[in-house]
């Protein structure tokens, strides 16, 4: 039995190839770990602020000096951390919108990267304090990044995996749907996505 966390961050519901990825990936965890349970955050739904002032003030004000406005400010990232630290496994949907991430899921990771609570620097340099996690990423495309000519062009997945692995999430698998607006190919698109879905 396993804890999932899935982070959604397409605008389109029902028609997003990211999210349809991301519960065939679920729908795999559950056959292997039967019993497992789901947790959903949709940050489209469930809107994460930009960082401001406040909530940086809050974020290197210690707990027991916060006022009640630093308690509220500090509430996005405290609960969204406490998520992250309560699941086994994270599945992060993420669409590529103009070469890189939705501004929602940008957004939701201003607020769980933070020092010394999800990392610390010491004379080693940086170190990721969340531990034991398992991530599955779900990216979706109109055209074709995993390889070829476009490749460069895609800043999503090196990013992803270098801010999860900053802040300790280092065990990354990438599953893609792409290929979506292309004649010819956007029929198979998400059944070869869904196909490529290995648990490890």
Known sequence: MKKILHIISSPRGEASLSIKLGNAIIEKIKAAYPGSTV??????????????????TSFFTPAENRSAANIAAVKHSEDAIEEILN???????????NFSIHSSLKAWIDHIVRAGVTFK???????GLIKGKKVYVALSSGGIY?????KPLDFSEPYLKTILS???????????????????????????????????
């Open 87 to 97: 699941a086994d496994i994270i599945i992060i949907g993420a669409p590529l919108y």
């Open 121 to 127: 620097y010491d004379e080693n340099g940086a170190e």
């Open 39 to 56: 947790k959903e955050r949709n940050l489209v739904e469930q809107h994460f602020p930009h960082l401001e002032e406040a909530h940086l």
């Open 146 to 150: 995993s390889e070829g000519p476009m």
């Open 166 to 200: 900053f802040i300790g999430l280092a065990d990354i698998t990438i599953f893609r749907v792409e290929g979506s607006s292309i004649p010819g190919m956007q029929d198979l698109a998400l059944e070869k996505g869904i196909s490529s879905i290995h648990l490890n």
